[in-house]
């Protein structure tokens, strides 16, 4: 079985400023996935970036990066230079690597970029 | 583009009432996802599809079933829906393994009086 905990219900920052949205968990698997998903209002959810958890190099998308560490099992989300586009749910995520590709998802962290 | 839709963006039902709520994605993904959005609890995964006319249960079956006919659509069923039930419901896909992008429908806002 699979959990995630995201502990952050809420955060605002300035806009420009960096803001790291924070996600642990925990997976008996030896492989798997990791993502962070994101809900800006009324929209749809997508994918904001993954990181397999066999690869030691953590993944960046432009903006968007992550603080992998394994051991630790954490996997931070950081966003530099943030916009007001950047306001939304954000929700960390774990799959198995084989055979399972359901997700499990966190409570998700409110991020309001202010103007 | 992935598209994912979903049959209705709200809903209101009353308690007893059959609900079917109708996903349909256009990228021929092998594996279909329902899933509940309660506030403060995050997504939980009600059934999934890897498979036209498979299933398998998630984590939150009780008072639901799902179909899935043709691989392109993938229904969720409220038999005798209840207060409890109402919610956000988010549909999904994705190609299968390994584990692949999810792409989300807009969600149905499903409330049952």
């Known amino acids: 079985a699979q959990t995630v905990t995201q502990s952050q219900p809420e955060m605002s920052v300035q806009e420009a400023e960096t803001v790291t949205l924070s996600c642990t968990y925990d997976?008996?698997?030896?492989?798997?996935?990791l993502f962070w998903y994101k809900q800006p209002p009324s929209r749809q959810m997508i994918l904001v970036i993954r990181?397999?958890?066999?690869?030691?190099q953590n993944a960046t998308e432009n903006r968007f990066s992550v603080n992998f560490q394994k051991a630790a099992k954490s996997f931070s989300l950081k966003i530099s230079d943030s916009q007001l586009g950047d306001t939304a749910m954000y929700f960390c995520?774990?799959?198995?690597?084989?055979?399972?590709?359901?997700?499990?998802f966190g409570t998700g962290t409110r991020l309001t970029i202010i103007p | 583009d992935v598209k994912v839709t979903q049959s209705s963006r709200y809903l209101v039902k009353r308690t007893g009432e059959k609900v079917f709520l109708e996903c349909v994605q256009d990228?021929?993904?092998?594996?279909m996802f329902w899933y509940r959005q309660d506030p403060g609890l995050g997504l939980r995964l009600i059934y999934f599809?890897?498979?036209?006319?498979?299933?398998e249960k998630g984590d939150i079956p009780e008072g639901y079933s799902v179909s899935r006919e043709k691989k392109e659509r993938f229904s969720l069923i409220l038999e005798s829906a209840s207060t409890n039930q109402t919610s956000m419901y988010l549909c999904?896909?994705?190609?299968?393994?390994?584990?692949?992008?999810?792409?989300f429908g807009p969600g149905t806002r499903l409330t049952v009086l």
């Open positions: 995520a774990s799959s198995a690597w084989f055979g399972n590709e359901k997700l499990t």
């Open positions: 997976t008996s698997e030896s492989n798997y996935y």
């Open positions: 990181q397999e958890a066999y690869k030691q």
């Open positions: 990228m021929d993904h092998e594996n």
């Open positions: 599809s890897y498979d036209v006319k498979m299933k």
């Open positions: 999904a896909s994705s190609l299968a393994d390994p584990p692949d992008t999810q792409y």
